[in-house]
């Protein structure tokens, strides 16, 4: 059963990304991801200036002729997101929680997914996997994955990115467009993040809050890790201390750039307190550019 509230939050976050998906981000998923999806129509032989990665080599060992493989545009494309539902996203200093921030792009990504016709499903993970939602098509199914990510309460409190895709890798059997959003306080889930983007269309999505990123003077502050349960208190009015913090997340997040750029993998980084429609369309121009 359905409480009043989360009826209203999900209303409202529809309402809110509606416009957003008809009148600008419509378009640029189409154009990003309409014919990245292919699948086998036939063999014919081969013919000088055809593709040769094409070549189907079983059918030519058989024949003692070189068959190319010939594609078809799939009428629709699976899309899966991944949201990461650990401890660390019920935080959030300025804006809102990059809970909050996830539910509003999984609707984002969401709508426009079903706008061009494509279906969606859903994977919430923490240090396990603690929803699936298969993909389907339909505005009631995209209301569904809407309040699940709004109104979810895991079960753990841990990240385990290379467990969520994993599970991924079983449940998805063609090539799907996976969105991940995450705030990626994880590690060692390089080699996963790669494998998966050979296999799928893989886009990944990194919630920023301001503090994790610059501390500012609050005098002593009661700190409490989430996702490992310890509580310290800290002296922020110490200026080596927050020079020693931001060094290390600034560290962080260059590190993490630098991976997803040398990989060649699609990455956006989305901050609780800047408004991230603007970047999200460029994003996905830049993309759709680079893809023709």
Avoid at 114 to 141: A, C, M, W
Avoid at 187 to 196: F, L, P, R
Wanted: without cysteine; glycine residues 6%.
């Amino acid at each position: 059963m359905l409480n009043r509230d989360l009826i209203k939050k999900v209303k409202k976050i529809e309402l809110s990304t509606r416009h957003l998906v008809n009148e600008v981000f419509g378009g640029e998923y189409h154009s990003v991801f309409k014919g990245r999806g292919m699948e086998f129509a036939e063999v014919r032989e081969y013919t000088p200036g055809d593709e040769i990665r094409t070549i189907d080599w079983n059918v030519s060992a058989r024949t003692g002729v070189p068959y190319i493989k010939l594609f078809e545009e799939e009428r629709e494309l699976t899309v899966m997101i991944m949201v990461d539902a650990s401890a660390s996203g019920a935080f959030g200093t300025k804006g809102q929680m990059k809970r909050n921030l996830a539910a509003e792009l999984s609707a984002v990504l969401a709508f426009s997914a079903v706008k061009n016709n494509d279906k969606v499903g859903l994977i919430i993970f923490t240090d396990q996997v603690e929803k699936y939602i298969p993909p389907r098509k339909g505005r009631s199914h995209v209301l569904r994955v809407i309040r699940e990510v709004l109104d979810y309460e895991p079960q753990h409190q841990g990240t385990s990115i290379n467990t969520a895709l994993e599970f991924m890798s079983r449940v998805l059997r063609k090539r799907s467009v996976i969105f991940m959003i995450s705030d990626f306080l994880d590690t060692q889930y390089e080699k996963s993040i790669k494998q998966a983007s050979r296999r799928h269309d893989m886009l990944s999505f990194h919630l920023q809050d301001p503090w994790e990123l610059e501390l500012p003077n609050l005098g002593l502050v009661q700190m409490h890790d989430g996702e490992t349960g310890q509580t310290a208190l800290v002296n922020t009015a110490k200026a080596s201390l927050r020079k020693a913090y931001n060094q290390h997340n600034q560290r962080r997040f260059t590190d993490l750039q630098s991976f997803f750029k040398s990989s060649g993998l699609d990455y956006l980084p989305i901050r609780t307190d800047v408004p991230y429609v603007d970047s999200l369309i460029s994003f996905f121009r830049k993309r759709a550019t680079r893809i023709r």
